[in-house]
């Protein structure tokens, strides 16, 4: 096993090490060799099993045509026993007392020989009589089971089918032959045409080989065709049949296959065998064009191995050679005198990618510099000036009402909030920093609306120090309050809450305000959504950790709403220790 992984890591680092027309080379030899040796593995199952298919066709056709033979002949025993059953002398002799040396019970055997005298495979027919006595044609060779053909039960499966046939094998155990196999009786029971009251039933007892002429223009020295009863027993066939029957749920596997069919409304299982042998179905033909079809596959593979290394190996080398100057410095378009075909413009493509490349360097640098100055603008857009004078409006009125306490909170807030939310150019800033925005966005509102809301914090000692970006908790509470609990009519609840489950910290906003139905959180992320500040921190949320599932609402429309931030840790817990107020 060791000397096998050897050999292969040492064939490995002898490709790897090749260049790139000896790699072509070799790579081209093997696959053309495992294509061949594939194509000759993948043809031998495709035409096993494109043969098995056929074979299968073919075998349960022959099934279906033996199936409508067989209601043929049955089709045609039907007409001969209505002609049996309507014949007067018949029906005479069923509905009179007359015993069967009667003349009309020999006017009735008469009329019958008269109807069968061309049926060979007729042994005997019966006439049995309402009170089970009967009168038969049989010359002796069958011999009658009076238990059974006096039994209710005999007479139940003919009464049941109200004048239908009803085909069953030794006339359900009533009827056997002597010294003979198993014999086809076909039964049905006889009524009055005037008063439709039952008279008496007909018995029909035929030879097996009834049954040949079903198949004997169809069986051949691979074929071997029988038919079987329900209980598996031999009805007519080749007698070899007999053993393999037995064991068909084991036969169907290599060169043997049995096929099986039940008739309709008859006690038979047709059978096929057959032995098969796949090169009995391959022609000479087949073989001629399966080898024309190789040398010119090989030929094929010649010339295309000739035309790679022509026209696409070789200057692919040289290309990559002028190409690897650009190594050398500065991004620099490749010189090289290739024809005008795919690789041609290949080095025409690169060389315009190169040019590309270095216009987009620039407007990057350039871009950059804008995204910065538009992420500072919206930050101070953030800053909500109305916001700013509200408040100072506020301050001045508690000013003229000689509150200096609260004016001095006022100021207070106002001067922590914009201290924390500039945070020194900071994108990032603890929890801790980011609830105490909010603490003083709601004192600094609680002054403008004392009875519209009351706030709650609930933060996880744990988390307090782990980073967030900055100012993403101040548009949701804002989103709460003007959009959902002022615009109840009543004192609600903003309740933040940050807590951590696993490698995801979470932070909610929730509002006791007028809720969102189930149209307005599907729309909340749209353009035309009028959440602009919502919208908004969660797309930057979504830019800064790459990701698309950073937020969940929930909500109920008149009762509540709340919105989750989901940060992902990674593991990482990064901590911030808190410097004080001194920034």
């Known amino acids: 096993m060791n000397q096998v992984k050897n050999r292969l890591q040492k064939i ?9 027309k000896q790699k072509v080379t070799s790579l081209f030899v093997v696959i053309m060799c495992a294509y061949f040796l594939l194509f000759l593995v993948v043809y031998h199952f495709v035409l096993k099993k494109n043969t098995q298919e056929y074979i299968d066709s073919t075998n349960m056709s022959l099934l279906y045509s033996m199936d409508s033979n067989t209601n043929s002949v049955i089709n045609n025993i039907n007409t001969l026993s209505k002609w049996i059953m309507n014949n007067q002398e018949v029906k005479d002799y069923l509905k009179s007392d007359a015993r069967e040396t009667s003349p009309i019970a020999y006017h009735a055997l008469d009329s019958i020989y008269e109807l069968i005298i061309n049926e060979s495979y007729i042994s005997s027919i019966y006439l049995v009589k309402d009170n089970l006595t009967y009168l038969d044609m049989s010359n002796g060779r069958t011999i009658v089971n009076h238990e059974i053909l006096e039994s209710d039960a005999w007479r139940n499966v003919l009464e049941e089918r109200a004048g239908g046939y009803v085909i069953a094998i030794n006339g359900g155990g009533a009827f056997k032959m002597r010294d003979e196999g198993p014999h086809i009786s076909f039964m049905r029971a006889i009524n009055d045409t005037q008063t439709q009251k039952q008279i008496g039933f007909l018995v029909m007892n035929y030879s097996p080989e009834v049954l040949l002429e079903t198949y004997d223009n169809i069986s051949s020295e691979n074929k071997k065709i029988a038919y079987f009863d329900e209980n598996g027993e031999l009805i007519s066939g080749n007698e070899m049949l007999k053993e393999l029957y037995a064991k068909q749920q084991t036969i169907e596997n290599g060169s043997e296959r049995l096929y099986t069919h039940s008739i309709e409304n008859t006690p038979f299982i047709s059978v096929v065998y057959e032995q098969e042998n796949i090169l009995n179905y391959i022609s000479q033909e087949s073989v001629v064009i399966l080898l024309l079809f190789v040398a010119v596959t090989a030929t094929s593979f010649i010339l295309i191995g000739v035309f790679i290394a022509r026209y696409i190996t070789r200057p692919v080398e040289r290309l990559v050679q002028s190409m690897d100057l650009v190594k050398q410095g500065w991004l620099k378009r490749v010189s090289l005198d290739i024809p005008n075909d795919e690789i041609g413009h290949l080095k025409n493509s690169y060389n315009n990618m190169l040019v590309e490349v270095n216009r987009l ?9 804008a995204v910065q100055k538009a992420e500072l603008e919206v930050l101070q857009e953030q800053i909500k000036p109305h916001f700013l004078y509200n408040t100072l409006g506020t ?6 009402q000689n509150k200096d306490n609260e004016v001095y909170n006022a100021i207070e807030n106002l001067e922590l909030f914009y201290r924390r939310f500039l945070s020194k150019g900071s994108k990032e800033i603890s929890v801790y920093e ?10 600094l509102q609680n002054l403008r609306y004392k009875d519209v809301f009351v706030s709650e914090y609930e933060i996880e000692e744990d988390v307090s120090q782990m ?16 959009h959902g609990v002022r615009l109840k009519g009543e004192t609600g609840l903003i309740k933040v809450r940050v807590y951590r489950n696993e490698n995801t910290l979470y932070l909610s906003v929730y509002d006791s305000g007028i809720g969102m139905t189930k149209q307005q959180i599907a729309s909340v992320m749209h353009e035309e959504s009028k959440s602009f500040g919502l919208r908004k921190t969660i797309e930057r949320i979504q830019t800064y950790y790459d990701m698309h599932d950073v937020y969940e609402i929930k909500s109920k429309e008149g009762y509540y709403c709340e919105i989750i931030i989901k940060i992902p840790l990674n593991g990482k817990e990064e901590r911030l220790h808190v410097q004080g107020d001194d920034n």
């Open 361 to 369: 360097i620039a407007e990057l640098i350039e871009k950059e510099t």
């Open 395 to 400: 301050i001045s009125y508690l000013a003229l």
């Open 467 to 482: 980073k967030v970006p900055k100012l993403i908790l101040q548009p949701l509470v804002e989103n709460a309050l003007y």
């Open 434 to 443: 980011e609830v105490e925005i909010i603490r003083n966005y709601l004192t």
């Open 12 to 20: 490995a680092i002898w490709f790897s090490s090749r260049k790139l």
